[in-house]
């Protein structure tokens, strides 16, 4: 699976407990995060990188664990890639879907929310759509400060909207929001969180039969500062990561 960063390991580590024994490759692009305020082209040519990176490495099954790539390039990867491929725009629709009286809330990447990829599926399933980007939620976890006043304070801000429209759902559009699960889930009290990393997992059931050595390699583009207390703070036990330098990843124009 491939993210823009390090806030897909909160898909790995759902399927991860889904899936004890599959192994498991990562490549977070950390030397170009964030993909979230990029155009569609910017985005779909690293995703191609990225999805190239690890077909090379032999993987059945990709997961775009990134929103923003899913939004955007789901399709050319699947035109591209042979092997069977899950985004997580699907899965959490699905799942909203299931739960929603008709009113649903999406919050996401300024790319992700643009793209309206969320806003077409659901509309076109006959729910009322409210959809919000909420940029500083990225820089926040990236801190580390998932939990706290400020915290608090900017999930008011970004929120209150959808909390005044009345949803009944709120589909989390970004890797890193889950993180920020506990205060979101306070402020809107009594609404239907769908987190789509659960939800991807959940999705893998009909591709993953479970039987490997159940290993986790981590690839990023780039070992910046915060990575490995991050990859602790997401799947609550240090693995090393290995870098691999964007410019060597197939197709990269480098
Ligand atoms: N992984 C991105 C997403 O889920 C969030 C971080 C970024 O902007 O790259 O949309």
Do not use: W
Request: proline residues 5%; aromatic residues 8%.
């Amino acid at each position: 699976m491939f993210d823009s960063g390090v806030g897909g390991l909160t898909v790995l580590k759902a399927i991860r407990e889904r899936f004890p024994n599959t192994d498991l490759v990562y490549l977070g692009d950390t030397a170009r995060v964030p993909y979230g305020t990029r155009s569609s082209e910017t985005v779909i040519r690293y995703s191609l990188e990225c999805a190239g990176f690890l077909t090379e490495k032999g993987i059945d099954v990709l997961v775009v664990a990134c929103n923003t790539a899913s939004s955007y390039a789901i399709d050319v990867l699947r035109s591209r890639f042979p092997v069977p491929l899950v985004g997580v725009v699907d899965p959490g629709v699905k799942e909203a879907a299931r739960v929603s009286k008709g009113k649903v809330g999406v919050i996401g990447t300024q790319a992700t929310v643009k793209s309206g990829t969320y806003q077409r599926i659901l509309r076109s399933m006959g729910f009322e759509v409210v959809a919000k980007a909420c940029p500083l939620f990225v820089p926040l976890v990236e801190e580390g400060l998932v939990e706290g006043e400020i915290t608090d304070r900017v999930v008011e801000m970004y929120l209150s909207d959808l909390k005044e429209a009345g949803v009944d759902t709120l589909i989390l559009g970004c890797t890193h929001y889950p993180l920020l699960r506990r205060s979101i889930e306070r402020f809107m009290e009594g609404v239907y969180i769908v987190d789509s990393s659960e939800a991807v997992a959940k999705d893998l059931d009909s591709f993953v039969v479970d039987s490997g050595s159940g290993t986790t390699e981590l690839y990023f583009t780039d070992r910046y500062q915060n990575l490995d207390r991050m990859v602790e703070l997401i799947m609550g036990e240090r693995i090393p990561p290995v870098l691999v330098s964007e410019g060597s990843l197939p197709g990269s124009p480098f």
